[in-house]
């Protein structure tokens, strides 16, 4: 069964850094666009930044020469890295990836969530 799962966040101050990192298992064929979400209470998911297989990055404007979204494809894994965070940056961050797995003797193509991490940034 294909999982993604997160590590890294936590409580920083303001100025601080902190690296999110994804990683997917279950029989992981490969992936294929890669996406970090953030989400507030009382606010729907916000896209944050977006990587394709070739490392073709996007950032929303807020966080862009802040924030930098990579990729192993070897490890089939992802990472956030926020720099110069600020309050307004507190959420619970997601992983979102278009996942190519096997399945007996086939392969199928799905899209995939992490379970989330809490970024709680305050002095």
């Known amino acids: 069964q294909v999982q993604l799962v997160e590590s890294g966040g936590g409580l920083v101050q303001p100025g601080g850094s902190l690296t999110l990192s994804c990683a997917a298992s279950?029989?992981?064929?490969?992936?294929?666009?890669i996406a970090w979400y953030r989400q507030t209470p009382g606010k729907q998911r916000e896209l944050v930044a977006t990587?394709?297989?070739?490392?073709?990055?996007t950032y929303i404007d807020p966080v862009k020469g802040r924030f930098t979204i990579s990729r192993n494809n070897a490890k089939k894994s992802m990472n956030l890295h926020m720099n110069n965070l600020k309050p307004e940056d507190t959420a619970v961050y997601y992983c979102?990836?278009?996942?190519?797995?096997?399945?007996?003797?086939?392969?199928?193509?799905?899209?995939?969530w992490g379970q989330g991490t809490q970024v709680a940034v305050s002095s």
């Open positions: 979102n990836a278009d996942i190519t797995y096997f399945i007996v003797f086939d392969k199928r193509r799905g899209t995939y």
């Open positions: 279950g029989g992981v064929f490969s992936i294929g666009n």
């Open positions: 990587i394709t297989p070739d490392g073709v990055t």
